[in-house]
């Protein structure tokens, strides 16, 4: 395209050869997209006026960029006030196809909104390439000269800590927000404590764990993530079973609030003080009798002394004692030198995954630059892969951390089954209910009577120690469990922080 000179030169020149007149020349840079503009309608007032009766210009779409301006200059034209529109490449004159002409400049309109697309383009262009321009979220500050969002040098650690704890069930999401006031973390702008909507934003923000969703599609983010996906999935599983804030404050006395529901109706156990003539006060908890489908036939309560025994029974049928753990731990070590040549081949297989992941990525940006594909399309495709390059990212950083390995559940799992021992020796109502909490998705009151539906692996380690409890002793089994056959312990793929389930200490074996 010539510069502005350059086409004044051109047209000069065929203004001298065709023995034309000028008597004004206009030229603007502003962009001709805005109808209104003050120097194209001097000149249709100077036409209008009889000061001239023609225009020369470069290009059609030099005179007007939309459909108001278009329309004033082909009324002109048709009305004979303007005789000639001559441009470098043709001639309009009054009697021409008034269609043509508005054709024209749609299609000079056209070229504006393809040029503002492009403009978006340039935009998502940026996005793709992991560039999040909005404001920090929570535990991140926008860096003001390099344009970036880096970690809040005083918040980022105290949100990761609340995040990891979030992850694993044990916060409510008012817990959340009175822990995150305690740590002195307050909004960016209002200086407050964050209210629980603004929570539950923070909670479900894939930001971080390193992607970011901009108008519906995810993209893969340059700045440091807070969080694994792992831990991001937890969250999300945390959500739905802490769900909606808890109306009633939990009464102090009464431990076993929102812990149990009942097994004839399946709603949830209340609790209440009592205080006798004699001005003994006791707590016991019942069924709400909320149901209004069916009459709970479950009429009776449970005092709070025999509740706790129950809470302190089924912790005690989910825990493991310190010298089951000292022996697990024992073997588990020997079992880690075993695997680090299997890992290394784990490692190097994702690695090949990533490579083609990222092949195909770029083939569906490419397709979608040069306009192969359409944006719902692309949404499509890009979506999953980079939600699974994410993935694949971080269980190659996990196996790369060189300590850890895919044993690492399993101890994680033995120390903290061996953590709700201290818990139950000193009688901690509350870390046995949370604990309980954790490894048990159903606790069921019937009668006098608390079920627990533990979790896997939990349910064989229950099974395992009402087996252990009720066989009589007898120390040459130890050997059995102990034998190569342990190495079933392992879960065959197991890299991606699931349980082992062939876990089950030998029923036979105990503990001298
Ligand atoms: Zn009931």
Redesign the pocket.
């Known amino acids: 395209m010539l510069s502005i000179d350059a086409q004044l030169s051109e047209l000069n020149s065929i203004a001298r050869e065709r023995g034309i007149t000028v008597v004004r020349t206009f030229t603007e840079s502003k962009s001709a997209k805005e109808p209104g503009r003050e120097i194209f309608n001097d000149m249709l007032r100077r036409i209008e006026r009889g000061e001239a009766n023609a225009i020369l210009s470069w290009k059609l779409d030099r005179i007007a960029r939309n459909f108001d301006d278009g329309g004033k200059i082909i009324g002109l034209l048709q009305r004979g006030v303007i005789q000639e529109i001559r441009t470098f490449e043709k001639t309009y004159l009054p009697t021409d196809n008034v269609l043509m002409i508005a054709v024209e400049f749609g299609m000079a309109n056209q070229y504006v909104r393809d040029l503002s697309l492009n403009i978006r383009r340039g935009i998502r262009e940026k996005i793709r390439r992991g560039i999040y321009s909005w404001k920090a979220p929570l535990g991140y500050f926008n860096e003001p000269r390099l344009r970036t969002i880096e970690p809040h040098p005083e918040y980022f650690d105290k949100v990761k800590k609340l995040l990891e704890r979030f992850a694993t069930g044990t916060l409510s999401l008012t817990g959340f927000q009175r822990e995150l006031k305690a740590a002195g973390v307050v909004g960016e702008r209002s200086k407050k404590p964050l209210v629980l909507s603004a929570i539950g934003h923070v909670l479900r923000n894939p930001f971080y764990y390193g992607v970011f969703l901009h108008k519906g599609e995810m993209h893969q983010g340059v700045h440091v993530p807070m969080i694994s996906k792992k831990t991001f999935d937890d969250i999300q599983k945390a959500l739905v079973t802490v769900g909606k804030p808890r109306r009633r404050r939990e009464e102090k006395n009464l431990v076993f609030l929102n812990f149990a529901?009942?097994?004839?109706?399946?709603?949830s156990?209340t609790g209440e003080r009592h205080i006798k003539k004699s001005g003994l006060r006791f707590h016991y908890y019942r069924?709400?009798?909320?149901?209004r489908e069916q009459r709970?036939?479950?009429t009776t309560f449970i005092r709070q002394e025999k509740l706790a025994e129950e809470v302190k029974r089924n912790a005690e049928l989910v825990l493991i004692p310190d010298e089951w753990k000292e022996k697990f731990l024992a073997k588990i070590e020997t079992w880690e030198t075993e695997t680090s040549i299997e890992k290394q081949q784990k490692i190097d297989s994702l690695k090949a995954e990533l490579a083609l992941l990222k092949t195909k990525i770029d083939r569906v940006n490419k397709a979608f630059t040069e306009g192969a594909i359409d944006i719902a399309e692309f949404k499509e495709l890009k979506n999953p892969m980079v939600a699974l390059k994410a993935d694949l990212e971080q269980q190659i950083v996990v196996l790369e951390g060189s300590k850890i390995n895919r044993l690492e559940p399993l101890k994680k799992w033995i120390l903290e089954a061996n953590t709700a021992q201290n818990d139950v020796f000193s009688d901690n109502w509350l870390g046995m209910k949370s604990f309980l909490e954790k490894v048990g998705s159903n606790r069921l009151l019937r009668a006098q009577t608390v079920t627990v539906s533990f979790k896997k692996p939990f349910d064989l380690l229950a099974e395992t120690n009402v087996t252990v409890r009720n066989a009589p002793i007898d120390f040459s089994a130890n050997s059995v469990w102990w034998s190569r056959q342990g190495s079933n312990l392992r879960h065959p793929q197991c890299h991606c922080g699931a349980l082992p389930t062939e876990l089950r200490p030998h029923p036979e074996w105990r503990l001298i």
């Open positions: 529901t009942c097994a004839e109706c399946g709603y156990i069924c709400t009798h909320k149901s709970c036939p479950a």
